[in-house]
């Protein structure tokens, strides 16, 4: 796909591969612009293309996050990572990492900068079934910026047991971990998760979904 900050053409081309996941079902966005009848001076929601025009970022709608205004919106970071069990609960190949469960949750919830994460009746997220396949799992959480997730993940003792995922999962083909903003107070779905992750397979990092090595700062963000 053309690159999305090129110009007017490229607004269009980024505008038809979101229409594409809308045609899908995959994702629910709308485009905001100060005109729709001139897209030259809209601005995209995927992409946060702007042209240099005066037009500043104005906002987006997508699954519920609400509306984002121009000013003082406060952000947060939103993450998700799925994997294939080599076999199910209760098979003592995977036992040990059902029973470091409660122990990674109880660090993530007591980590700075903790905000949210995905649970069930049960405390974790493993018997919420996101997908036909009943050995995927799926983590989501919420976290008030990328340097508190990132200390969470790679700098606690959380990062031990993620060195053992071979042991556990089997090898994954496609995108299994996506980050991207949301608004403060925003609990994202676990199908809001799966669309993130689609956006990465589909067109690789972007502001709308992102990765560790390939960040993306807030919506409106200065430098």
């Known amino acids: 796909m053309e690159n999305p900050r090129r110009g007017r053409s490229a607004w269009h081309a980024c505008k038809a ?3 594409e996941a809308l045609a899908m079902g995959i994702l629910a966005l709308n485009f905001v612009a100060r005109d729709f009848e001139k897209p030259k001076m809209a601005i995209c929601a995927f992409c946060q293309y702007a042209p240099k025009n005066g037009y500043k970022y104005e906002g987006l709608i997508m699954n519920g ?3 984002t205004k121009m000013g003082k919106t406060e952000w947060q970071i939103a993450q998700i990572n799925i994997g294939r ?18 122990r990674i949750n109880a660090m ?7 905000v949210w994460r995905l ?8 018997d919420v079934q996101a997908t036909p396949d009943p050995l ?5 959480s ?3 910026n990328t340097e508190a997730l990132f200390a969470y993940v790679y700098r606690s003792g959380h990062a031990a047991e993620m060195s053992r995922r071979r042991a556990y999962f089997e090898r994954f083909e496609g995108a299994y971990q996506a980050l991207w903003w949301v608004q403060k107070g925003h609990q994202p779905t676990v199908a809001e998760g799966l669309s993130r992750l689609w956006m990465i397979d589909r067109f690789g990092s972007s502001p709308f979904a992102f990765t560790f ?10 430098e």
């Open 213 to 222: 090595k390939a960040r993306f700062a807030e919506p409106g963000h200065i």
């Open 142 to 144: 919420v976290w008030t």
């Open 108 to 114: 993530a919830d007591g980590a700075p900068g903790f």
């Open 136 to 140: 995927i799992i799926v983590n989501m």
């Open 85 to 102: 069990l080599l076999a199910p609960h209760g098979d003592a190949r995977v036992q040990p990492f059902f029973d470091a469960l409660d």
């Open 119 to 126: 649970q069930s009746e049960t405390g974790n997220a493993t």
């Open 65 to 67: 996050a609400g509306n």
């Open 17 to 19: 591969a979101v229409s």
